[in-house]
């Protein structure tokens, strides 16, 4: 049975050619999730390959009262791409394209589809790199990226995606196409590359990027610490920073991670232990073997039973395996899990673990902590099966809890993973109503009609999604999917 | 001489010294209440940056909040008061061998809301990056009396937008900074410095491209020349001079002084040395903009700004003026400061003519410091083009009655 066709699929269809305008149910179902639980379907996903296009489409999206949501690789994990509003949903699947290369200037000009490693790939053959290495780097795009504001292992030393960014070129919910920022410093006027860096594509969609690349540092040494106790680990973490030593990477994985990793790919990890950090430096030669000495002495003076120190590329690559498959091993556990994303003071790292530890138990729930551990970054994976009654609804709860836990002791209830749609709800115990207002004013001065990924970033009563959704005109059908 | 807190011939009719961050968003709501013109004071040491305000009627100084709100040193975050100088978080830094590395003038003077809020940075911007790379929020007071929390103390945070980066380089016409959270850096457990003469300005240039390849990064990495050379190393010889500050282990600090010699030497350099007291060599540089303006009252300072790559190019531009100027910069950050001290028969011809060259290398200049009487026909700022309908829109949000340093910044912002 053939549906008919929207006008709005039809003028789309004109704009971009038949192929890249994708309606049909079956076509729409890969788009309805991003990495987190949350999942609605888009009306219509478009795959333009120009700016041009997109200022169109966004016009076409405006006549229709249709919702905008911009989407990278779908790996976020915070229901940032969940189209709950409907509308048209633009993929960057077409503008993968990595404009230039300037070593002279240190930049590279991007397409924001272009993949995150892909970056660092083209540039290896000139001895430079872009820093900003999300785990999920092999999949997830520089728009979505600057769009999340996105962190990873190296970013201890290295600094956010924020760090990484000179200039944007952005299209606003007008349709106008507009340059930010630029490789000569103190750009002047009001920092609205800043702005957009971390907006959720609520502000406007990203269709270049100017980031900063830099030299691959000359020595890189990497060690595995074995820990029997979460606290010994947590405590050489603090240790290490409060001595003034700022390694380019401090990651750390638990106990039950530990035994699901060699569960997987029996990598030669004590199945006893309850936490490896994995500690990298990098640096020039001369110097870099003492510090690595002295971090192995510092993990075996807070506890380490046992130090591992990478020979050669190969047995580097061994080190982080154990970190990089963390996640997907998990999956060994059970069939869910659901991952937060809070950061907490270093120096809080013991008391917080303790705690959690705590809420796993009155909940009653499996927790398999993955860490960012040196900037104070948590991801407790909180394992459960979504066939199970109630059981959704319980690790929710932990989840919540955990995130108080961070906001008590100062810390915040995201450090790289966005707020999306999962994070709305917390908003409130991070900032007063004032707060954010002021946050709304932001968003108001560039993009007031939130047409834009709607009921994102902000709270904004429980309601948001039907009301969006009622806006919708009668020709789009509205789906039946929920979110959960 | 007591503070008159004029600007550009005007004075303001009411001052205003709050004892803390509420009392001041009160103040600020009054004076919003009555349609009353505020310039935000720290020290005054940044006041003379930006056009003279289209109306002024009451200074609000931050002085009191001079307190350090907190200090996690183990986590190596603080908290400052906006009122704090950078000398006195200097100090109370060091206790800890932690420092913010924000080497700007008159330290002793010069307040963290001021720095902030103008977006200076100095000579260690080169490997630390801008201020708001390591700003972690902020608190600043709006118009209607509200203090707003930005950001959070966590060195990681993407909770909300971005508003407290927004704050950086606004010149208060959004807010006033209360105070704000960094991330603190270790002091490097060794350094050095050191610097090279040269005679030509393109053996210099690319001394600079050279040493910022090194594989030992440098911190900083300064172009002077001689007439700004006689401020920090009074005896010094040469044409243009090139300083590179290192810093990290023993071993490495070793490895940088070879680096160095021999990237200088391989540019030619007539002579290269290794500064004895650093401190005050770094002090020296940090103070170069105030000391221009200072020394030359008459002359005018302008800051340019072009991609890395044009650094050579932008220098022969400034060089190849009938008067050349004297001249700074952080070199490898392509940030250049000129003093032009021919009093010119027609500043705005010329100021134009320098934007046009200017804008050809993608950069673009901001007049920091004229004569009084030459200052009101000159525009501080560039165009800045497309974006400013956004700023304007961010502005009618924050200050519908344009009572916060109103005219100052770009655009009549
Ligand atoms: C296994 C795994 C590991 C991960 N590890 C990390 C990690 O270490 N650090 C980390 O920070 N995150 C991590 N993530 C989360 C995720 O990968 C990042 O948030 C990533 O930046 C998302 O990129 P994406 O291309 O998949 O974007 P999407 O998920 O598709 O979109 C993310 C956001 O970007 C917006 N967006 C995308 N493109 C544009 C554009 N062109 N213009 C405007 N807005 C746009 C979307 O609307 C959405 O709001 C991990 C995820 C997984 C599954």
Request: hydrophobic share 45%; proline share 6%; with cysteine.
């Amino acid at each position: 049975m053939k549906e008919p066709i929207s006008p709005a699929v039809q003028e789309l269809q004109k704009l971009l050619g038949a192929r890249n305008v994708l309606w049909q149910p079956d076509d729409l179902r890969v788009y309805s999730y991003d990495g987190s639980n949350n999942m609605a379907t888009p009306d219509i996903v478009v795959l333009p390959e120009t700016a041009k296009q997109i200022s169109s489409i966004i016009k076409i999206a405006r006549r229709y009262s249709m919702a905008i949501v911009p989407r990278g690789s779908g790996t976020g994990l915070c229901g940032a791409i969940t189209p709950i509003a409907g509308g048209i949903m633009i993929a960057f699947a077409r503008m993968k394209k990595i404009h230039n290369i300037d070593l002279e200037n240190r930049t590279a000009l991007v397409e924001p589809g272009v993949i995150n490693l892909d970056v660092s790939t083209a540039l290896a053959p000139h001895k430079y790199f872009y820093a900003p290495d999300p785990s999920s780097q092999a999949a997830c795009s520089i728009g979505g990226n600057v769009a999340n504001n996105s962190g990873g292992p190296h970013c201890l030393l290295y600094g956010v995606t924020a760090n990484h960014v000179l200039g944007l070129e952005v299209v606003l919910e007008d349709g106008e196409i507009l340059w930010l920022g630029g490789t000569a410093p103190d750009e002047q006027g009001y920092d609205l590359v800043a702005a957009f860096i971390g907006s959720e594509g609520t502000l406007g969609i990203i269709t270049k990027i100017l980031v900063r690349i830099m030299p691959l540092p000359e020595a890189t040494r990497t060690l595995l610490a074995v820990f029997n106790t979460i606290e010994q680990a947590s405590r050489t973490v603090s240790g290490v920073i409060g001595a003034g030593v700022i390694p380019a990477a401090i990651e750390m994985i638990d106990g039950t991670t530990i035994r699901a990793v060699e569960a997987a790919y029996n990598i030669g990890l004590p199945l006893d232990a309850d936490a490896v950090l994995l500690i990298e430096v990098d640096g020039p030669k001369a110097g870099i073997d003492e510090l690595q000495e002295m971090l192995a002495d510092f993990c075996v003076e807070f506890g380490a039973r046992e130090v591992r120190i990478a020979k050669n590329e190969q047995e580097r690559a061994d080190l982080w395996k154990a970190r990089k498959t963390a996640l997907g091993a998990l999956g060994r556990l059970a069939p869910n899990y659901y991952i937060q994303d809070g950061v907490v003071p270093r120096s809080k790292l013991p008391y917080v673990l303790a705690q959690q530890d705590a809420i796993a138990k009155k909940y009653n729930v499996t927790i398999a902590n993955v860490l960012h551990a040196g900037d104070g970054n948590l991801h407790p994976n909180i394992l459960f099966d979504a066939r199970e009654e109630g059981a959704y609804e319980r690790v929710k709860k932990a989840g919540g809890e955990i995130l108080k836990l961070c906001v008590d002791v100062g810390g915040t209830i995201s450090g790289e993973h966005g707020v999306g749609l999962e994070k709305l709800d917390y908003m409130p115990l991070l900032f007063q109503q004032s707060d954010l207002d002021a946050q709304a004013n932001l968003r108001d001065a560039i993009a007031p009609t939130r047409i834009l990924n709607p009921c994102k970033m902000l709270p904004q009563g429980s309601k948001c999604g039907e009301a969006a959704r009622s806006k919708l005109p009668q020709a789009i059908a509205g789906n039946t999917e929920v979110w959960i | 001489m007591p503070l008159t807190f004029a600007l550009d011939g005007i004075s303001p009719q009411r001052i205003y010294t709050p004892p803390d961050a509420n009392e001041l968003a009160q103040v600020l709501a009054q004076c919003n209440a009555e349609k009353c013109a505020v310039v935000p004071w720290g020290g005054g040491t940044l006041q003379h940056l930006g056009n003279a305000p289209s109306q002024y009627n009451a200074v609000l100084q931050t002085t009191n909040l001079n307190q350090v709100i907190e200090y996690a040193y183990d986590d190596l975050t603080a908290t400052f008061g906006a009122g704090m100088t950078l000398a006195e978080i200097e100090r109370v830094l060091s206790e800890h061998g932690q420092f913010l590395p924000l080497d700007v003038p008159h330290p002793e003077r010069a307040t963290i809301g001021g720095v902030l809020a103008t977006g200076m940075n100095g000579a260690l911007r080169l490997r630390y990056g801008p201020a708001r790379d390591y700003m972690l929020g902020n608190r600043f007071a709006t118009v209607d009396g509200q203090l707003i929390k930005a950001g959070s103390k966590v060195v990681k945070n993407v909770a909300g937008y971005e508003l407290h980066k927004v704050q950086v380089g606004a010149f208060g016409t959004l807010g006033i900074l209360t105070e704000a959270t960094f991330k603190l850096f270790p002091k490097p457990p060794a350094e050095i410095s050191m610097w090279a003469s040269f005679d030509e300005l393109s053996d210099a240039c690319a001394a600079v491209g050279q040493i910022w390849n090194l594989s030992t990064p440098p911190l900083a990495i300064e172009l002077l020349d001689t007439a700004t050379m006689k401020f920090v190393e009074p005896n010094a010889r040469g044409a243009y001079f090139v300083l590179a500050r290192f810093g990290g282990s023993k071993a490495t600090m070793a490895a940088a002084r070879d680096f160095f010699s021999n990237a200088a030497n391989e540019k030619n350099a007539r002579s290269v040395n290794v500064i004895d007291d650093t401190q005050k060599f770094w002090r020296a540089i940090a103070d170069l903009p105030a000391t221009l303006r200072e020394h030359f009252s008459d002359a005018l300072l302008v800051r340019v700004s072009v991609p890395p790559k044009e650094l050579p190019s932008a220098l022969r531009v400034l060089m190849d003026f009938p008067s050349p100027p004297r001249i700074f910069s952080h070199a490898a950050v392509a940030s250049i400061y000129a003093s032009f001290q021919d009093a010119y028969a027609s500043p705005e011809t010329f100021v134009a003519q320098l934007r046009a060259r200017v804008h050809e290398l993608h950069g673009h200049i901001i007049v920091e410091h004229a004569a009084s009487t030459l200052k009101k026909n000159l525009n501080a700022w560039n165009d800045v083009g497309a974006s400013f309908k956004l700023m304007q829109a961010l502005k009618r949000k924050f200050d519908p009655n344009n009572i916060l340093n109103p005219g100052r910044f770009v655009g009549g912002i």
